[in-house]
């Protein structure tokens, strides 16, 4: 429910946060499985000589269990709580919220299915649950199909954190086109960065990190395009941008986080480890797995700062002005 005030006591709502922090660490966190699912099916459809099965595996266990995470946070925001399940009594098309209720629910078999068909010989030999080895032996053939229907749900699921927030029209800094594809870079970016951290072996490594690379590029030209689509808009999206470029603003920091911290700084860490690199013919040296490590965590604290800031930010203003 969206709930838009307009008045002038500023004793009775001094500010009003219908979301808070929950929300945000749900829209993280859902990003991020996105991202994950997206990632570790192009590893396993990325040719056989270069397939890293020592993390493809691990990450897709790792993906629904972070979905799952959010989904908590989100239940906590949630004052009734038992309402959830009117989502699954019927279908809205031109809701947000029965499209993202419908998604999460096809989108965990299908992350279940495809972590039981991608668990290597040596994993299932120590699962001492026959029932299990035996499903996992079941999707095993179908692994390529269940990869690719991953991509795609994979981008579905990181692409709908951001609709999530653009249909409200009630909050001018939310209700933005460019919010989803924002998310979503942001989303895949996050999912890269954690296949860099998990990734055993250097080849892995280096191509998620060119990887990451474009990703973090496309996520700063999507970045201005959000600010900038706000900044030819009309007075109330104008003013909602606007915290984030005064330097008396609270908000201000945030803007310093998303630009320097999240997208930046690890832009180049990444671009200065490959430039000394060159063709990585050498096995990587140990200052080198530091760089990108480090330039892999500063991505996914930038991911969560765009949560956040975005989240808050976008509560401070509505079409009748400041909250």
């Known amino acids: 429910m969206e709930l838009n005030i307009v008045g002038a006591n500023a004793i009775t709502y001094p500010a009003m946060h219908v979301w808070d922090w929950r929300v945000a660490i749900y829209l993280f966190l859902g990003g991020l499985s996105g991202g994950l699912m997206t990632m570790s099916a192009i590893n396993y459809l990325r040719p056989k000589k270069n397939f890293d099965s020592s993390c493809s595996w691990q990450i897709t266990l790792l993906a629904p269990i972070l979905l799952s995470i959010g989904l908590f946070f989100l239940n906590l925001d949630l004052e009734r709580k038992l309402n959830a399940f009117w989502f699954y009594l019927a279908f809205k098309p031109v809701s947000p919220m029965s499209w993202g209720a419908w998604i999460v629910l096809f989108i965990y078999p299908l992350m279940i299915l495809y972590a039981l068909a991608a668990l290597p010989k040596e994993v299932k030999a120590g699962i001492k649950n026959r029932s299990l080895r035996n499903a996992s032996d079941a999707m095993q053939p179908h692994l390529l199909k269940l990869a690719k229907a991953n991509v795609i749900a994979g981008i579905l699921l990181a692409i709908y954190t951001g609709i999530l927030l ?117 096995e990587l040296t140990t200052s080198g797995l530091l760089l990108m490590n480090a330039s892999a965590v500063l991505v996914l604290i930038g991911g969560a700062v765009i949560r956040f800031a975005v989240v808050y930010a976008g509560q401070l203003s509505g079409y009748g002005g400041y909250m």
């Open 166 to 282: 653009s249909t409200l029209v009630a909050r001018p800094l939310w209700n933005s086109a460019i919010l989803p594809v924002l998310f979503l870079t942001s989303g895949m970016s996050a999912g890269a960065a954690v296949m860099i951290i998990v990734a055993k072996t250097k080849e892995t490594k280096l191509f998620f990190t060119k990887v990451d690379i474009w990703l973090i590029v496309a996520e700063l030209i999507v970045l201005l395009l959000f600010f900038y689509g706000h900044y030819v808009g009309d007075a109330a999206h104008r003013q909602a941008i606007m915290p984030f470029f005064s330097s008396s603003h609270e908000f201000f920091p945030y803007f310093l986080s998303i630009v320097v911290l999240g997208v930046c700084l690890p832009l180049a860490i990444v671009l200065k480890f490959l430039e000394v690199t060159g063709e990585h013919t050498e």
